[in-house]
C-alpha cells in the first residue's frame, strides 16, 4: 500500500510537472483566432489522463497546482482568474460526466472543453461587468467541442498506454 | 479495452453541436435584423461607458487606462475596430472590424470592450418588420 502511495506521489508530480510544459508550449503557439477564450487545451491531456489513470482528487489537485503556476510564470494573475473558473467548470463537468459511466473519454472531454470557455466567460462578464460578452457563447462552445473532440481522442490513446503502469490499486 | 467511443459520446457531440450552431446561425440573423436606426460603437472600462461614438463617423479615440495600457479605437467605413493596444495576447486586434448590432471586441487585460449598440432598436425592428 505504501508503495502504491509513493509510486502515486512521485507521478502526480511527473504529471503536474508535464501539465504545466503543455502549458508553456501552448503560450508559444500563435493560436489567435480573434476570439477570447479560444484555447487548444493541451494541458487537459494530462488532465484527463489523470483523472483516469489516477482519480478524482489527484485530477483535481493536478488540474488546480497547474493553473496556479501557469498564472504566476507564463501569464498573469489576471488570467490566472479566467484560467481558474475555466478549469472549475471543465473539472466538475468531466468529473460527472465520468461518474454517470455513460461517456467514453471522448465524451468526458468534450465536457471538458465547453465546461472551460463557458467558465472563462462567465468569469469575463462578472469581472468587465459587462453582459454583452454572452455574445461569444455559441462561438465559444462550438471551439470547446472541436477542441475537446481532438484533446479526447488523444488522451484516449494516452489513457490506453498508460493505465496498466502498475499504478492500479487492484 | 474502454476507448471505443460511445454511442452516448456521438450523441452529446451531435447535440451540442446542433444547438451551438443553430445559437450562432440564429444570433447573425439577430445581428442583421436589428442593425438598423442609428449605431454607435460603445466603449466601456470595467463595465462603465467611456465613450460612444456614432458608427457613420471615421474617428479614432486612444483609451488611456490610469496604469499606462492603452487601446486605439478606430471607426472607418461604419466599421470599428481595435488598430493597436498594449495588451500581452493581442486578441481585441485581431478580432479584427464590427459593424452590426450587439458585436463586441473584449480586450480581457485591459478590462476594455467595444460594443455596436443600434439606437430605436425595437421601433427600428418594428419598421422593418411591418
Do not use: W
Not at chain 1, 127 to 139: C, D, E, Q, R, S
Not at chain 2, 62 to 71: A, Q
Not at chain 2, 106 to 122: A, H, M, Q, R, Y
Amino acid at each position: 500500500m505504501n508503495d502504491y502511495k509513493t509510486k502515486k506521489n512521485a507521478l502526480i508530480g511527473m504529471l503536474i510537472a508535464l501539465a504545466f510544459i503543455f502549458s508553456y508550449i501552448e503560450s508559444l503557439i500563435p493560436f489567435n483566432f480573434g476570439v477570447p477564450g479560444i484555447k487548444l487545451g493541451l494541458a487537459n491531456i494530462v488532465v484527463l489522463t489523470a483523472l483516469y489513470v489516477l482519480g478524482v482528487k489527484e485530477a483535481f489537485i493536478l488540474s488546480i497546482i497547474r493553473i496556479i503556476l501557469t498564472g504566476l510564470t507564463f501569464t498573469s494573475l489576471a488570467a490566472m482568474l479566467y484560467s481558474l473558473a475555466g478549469g472549475l467548470l471543465s473539472f466538475l463537468l468531466m468529473m460527472i460526466a465520468k461518474k454517470t459511466d455513460k461517456f467514453s473519454i471522448m465524451g468526458v472531454s468534450v465536457l471538458g472543453g465547453i465546461g472551460h470557455n463557458t467558465g472563462q466567460i462567465i468569469m469575463a462578464i462578472l469581472v468587465l461587468n459587462t453582459a454583452g460578452l454572452i455574445y461569444y457563447l455559441p462561438l465559444l462552445i462550438i471551439s470547446g467541442l472541436v477542441t475537446g473532440t481532438i484533446i479526447g481522442i488523444i488522451g484516449g490513446m494516452v489513457v490506453e498506454r498508460v493505465k496498466n503502469y502498475g499504478l492500479n490499486k487492484e | 479495452m474502454k476507448k471505443n467511443i460511445k454511442k452516448s459520446d456521438i450523441y452529446l457531440i451531435l447535440i451540442i453541436a446542433i444547438l451551438a450552431i443553430g445559437a450562432f446561425a440564429f444570433q447573425k440573423i439577430y445581428e442583421n435584423k436589428t442593425s438598423v436606426g442609428k449605431a454607435y460603437a460603445v466603449i466601456r472600462i470595467n463595465g462603465d461607458i467611456y465613450k460612444k461614438l456614432p458608427l457613420d463617423e471615421d474617428t479614432e479615440v486612444k483609451i488611456e487606462l490610469k496604469d499606462g495600457n492603452y487601446n486605439i479605437v478606430k471607426i472607418k467605413d461604419k466599421k470599428a475596430y481595435i488598430s493597436e493596444a498594449s495588451c500581452p495576447d493581442k486578441i481585441c486586434v485581431h478580432e479584427g472590424k464590427i459593424s452590426k448590432n450587439h458585436q463586441v471586441i473584449t480586450c480581457l487585460p485591459n478590462k476594455v470592450t467595444v460594443t455596436i449598440e443600434n439606437t430605436d432598436e425595437k421601433d427600428a425592428a418594428d419598421v422593418v418588420a411591418s
